[in-house]
Structure formats: C-alpha cells, structure tokens
C-alpha cells in the first residue's frame, strides 16, 4: 500500500475494538525501499492506497560494477538490480532462478527474492577432529559463490548442502 508517498507491505496487523470508544487497526508496515518496519494506528473507517505490486520469473546472469544481472523467463528480458534489493546476494550462482518484485504503475523493480532454499556446493572447510562430534558445534565453511555459512563438523569439502536464504543458515546436507 501506499502512504506518505512511500510503498510498504504489511507484516502484521490486529483489529482492536475497544469497550469504549471507535474501533482501529494496529500494524506493523514494512517499507518496501529502505527495508524499515515502523508501526502505524488506522482508524475506523480509514481509506488506504493500495498498491499494484508482481512478481516475475527472473534467472540471474551475472555480476558487474553497474550491479546484478537478470533476464526474464518467459521474454528474455534483460534487467540490472542493486544489491540491496536482493535479499542474500551472497547466495546468487550463474542460472539461479529468481522472483523479482516489480511497482505496477511505476514498473520498477522493488526487491528480489531467492527461493527459501538453495543447494551448494562446499567448496573449503576444516577437516573436522574425530570425537568432536558430540556436540553441535558449527565450522566455517566456503561455498562455491564464495560466501561463508556455518555449518556441523561432519561436512566436508566437495559435499552439496543446503542453505537457507532467509537466515544463511546450514539446513541439511543433500544426498
């Protein structure tokens, strides 16, 4: 929705209706540019701007100086976005498939999205010392886009894992 000439998605919201007095809706707004939440009180009653937003089919290319490169699914279309539109750049790999976010009327791109998980392959980590696996102790490990996860002593490198985008976090190991 739009409000105070800026698009944000809502994260939460709950419906308060008082013993006394008008009821209102409490949220919480995220905005869909700067990535900040902040909270917002609307009245009974209270007409809002909603916002036309998309989601399209992208495979990312690649990477240069002027950001990061994708061409549409279906059109074969060619966009760039900046990094901080993307919500785990570092997990991006040449042929990822993607969803871009796109304003409607104003056809920008607003952020994109990987998928919740994606599979990687170690390509570095410690060897892990035998008796250390009794406990859940992490390791460093580097991935093939050169990103750092951490991930459980038994995994080692050349081994497919996968992550979890929204956290960077180690999921399972892949068979």
């Known amino acids: 929705m739009e409000l105070n000439n800026e698009l944000y998605s809502v994260v939460e919201f709950q419906h308060v209706k008082p013993g006394k007095g008008g009821a209102f809706v409490r949220t919480k707004l995220k905005n869909l540019k700067t990535g900040k939440v902040l909270q917002h009180t609307f009245n009974a009653g209270h007409k809002i701007n909603p916002a036309r937003v998309e989601r399209r089919p992208y495979q990312f290319l ?51 999205e990987l998928p919740p998980f994606v599979e990687m392959e170690v390509t570095y980590a410690e060897p892990g010392v035998k008796g250390d696996t009794a406990t859940n102790t992490l390791k460093p490990a580097t991935i093939e886009t050169g990103a750092t996860v951490n991930v459980p002593l038994f995994i080692n490198p050349g081994e497919k894992i996968k992550i979890d985008t929204r956290t960077h976090a180690y999921a399972e190991r892949v068979k």
Not at 68 to 76: D, K, L
């Open 62 to 112: 690649y990477k240069d100086d002027i950001g990061y490169h994708f061409m549409h699914s279906s059109t074969f279309e060619q966009i760039s976005i900046e990094e901080h539109l993307i919500n785990a750049p570092g997990l991006l790999k040449e042929g990822q498939e993607v969803e871009v976010v796109y304003h409607v009327d104003t056809d920008t791109p607003l952020s994109c």
